[in-house]
């Protein structure tokens, strides 16, 4: 038994330990309760009564260290594991990690630059509601119940109310009922533009949606004219597109002006020479305008003999399309970064 306990406490000083595999074999061997030194504490019974104290003591000393050498190695085994995942030491040297925020989307960028150019010349900035009454929406502007303009303009009802058709509610086909929550509540002179989302019942295509943008901008004072609409018009195609770019009146008809008129720009497509864009005419139409219909002012409360004034309209997309030759509506609202990146720093 002696010679066996010698034989193990050699083992045991030589085992090599540098894994946790084999810092587990070492304890299956010599510490578990199915290994050698259990087995031979059992072996002790058959052991003479003379000698079972001597043998006693020297396997109590090789279970002590069987244990103590498990000890040690565990911690150290521990110890390596521990520095093996902490973070590696940061190299200062290292170029940054790029900042990938968002870019502007484009259509946010051209309502911006057309607020900024005419904030300069003394508009503010107006907001109304996109659900709207009828009366807001059409009956104001002078579209009566049954007025063929209003074909031009289908919406979306959202509720029909007991009160008669004024009252029903809808959502909104341009900004203009902005125009005249604004007159209502404010004496003259009022010069302020209203950008903002509006509504029509139409076939999504690369032509048309059913979910746009407008900012029309209207001005009220006693004298005003239609040199200033023309004015104020030439001011900002200048500021908005490419230096000599023309522009001119076409005259056309909308209810709640008069006289009316659509605003054309040479095509900044193909400089005026005819394109797909501008079916070949070399201009495009940017806006609507006129002289705000004396029953409109009004409808408001204002006397269209003491004050007269002007108000247009133009379609985001629109401006946005010819400033960045975009050819389809639709890709606006499908958040396709390949489209979206494009505007990266404009
Ligand atoms: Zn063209």
Not at 240 to 252: A, L, V
Not at 280 to 299: C, L, R
Request: with cysteine.
């Amino acid at each position: 038994m002696l010679d066996k306990v010698k034989e193990l406490d050699q083992e045991i000083k030589q085992f090599d330990i540098n894994t946790p595999e084999q810092l587990e074999l070492f304890r299956m061997k010599f510490i578990s309760r199915k290994g050698v030194i259990t087995e031979l504490f059992e072996g002790l019974k058959s052991v003479p009564q003379a000698d079972r104290r001597t043998v006693g003591q020297e396997l109590n000393g090789l279970k002590n260290l069987a244990q103590e050498r498990f000890e040690t190695f565990s911690q150290l085994i521990d110890e390596q594991r521990t520095t093996a995942n902490s973070a590696p030491p940061v190299d200062l040297t290292l170029p940054t990690i790029p900042n990938l925020t968002g870019t502007q989307h484009p259509l946010s960028l051209v309502r911006q630059r057309i607020i900024q150019i005419f904030e300069r010349i003394g508009f503010n900035v107006a907001d109304g509601p996109e659900i709207e009454s009828d009366w807001y929406n059409f009956g104001a502007l002078n579209f009566p119940d049954n007025h063929p303009a209003r074909d031009m303009q289908d919406t979306f009802f959202v509720e029909k109310t007991s009160e008669g058709a004024s009252s029903d509610m809808l959502l909104r086909t341009h900004t203009s009922n902005v125009q005249i929550r604004l007159m209502e509540r404010q004496k003259p002179p009022i010069r302020s533009i209203m950008p903002g989302r509006v509504y029509r019942n139409e076939t999504i295509s690369a032509r048309a949606h059913c979910m746009f943008h407008q900012v029309e901008g209207i001005y009220i004072d006693r004298n005003v004219g239609f040199k200033d609409l023309k004015d104020t018009l030439y001011h900002f195609v200048k500021e908005m597109f490419e230096p000599g770019t023309q522009i001119r009146f076409r005259p056309s008809y909308f209810p709640f002006t008069e006289p009316s008129a659509e605003i054309d720009i040479s095509c900044q497509i193909c400089g005026g020479k005819g394109c797909n864009i501008c079916k070949h005419s070399g201009w495009v139409e940017i806006a609507g305008s006129g002289m705000v219909d004396p029953q409109v002012i009004a409808n408001c409360g204002i006397d269209p003999e003491e004050y007269t004034g002007f108000a247009f309209g133009m379609g985001i997309e629109r401006i946005t399309q010819l400033k960045y030759v975009v050819n389809d509506l639709r890709l606006y609202t499908e958040n396709d970064v390949r489209f979206l990146r494009q505007f990266e720093g404009l």
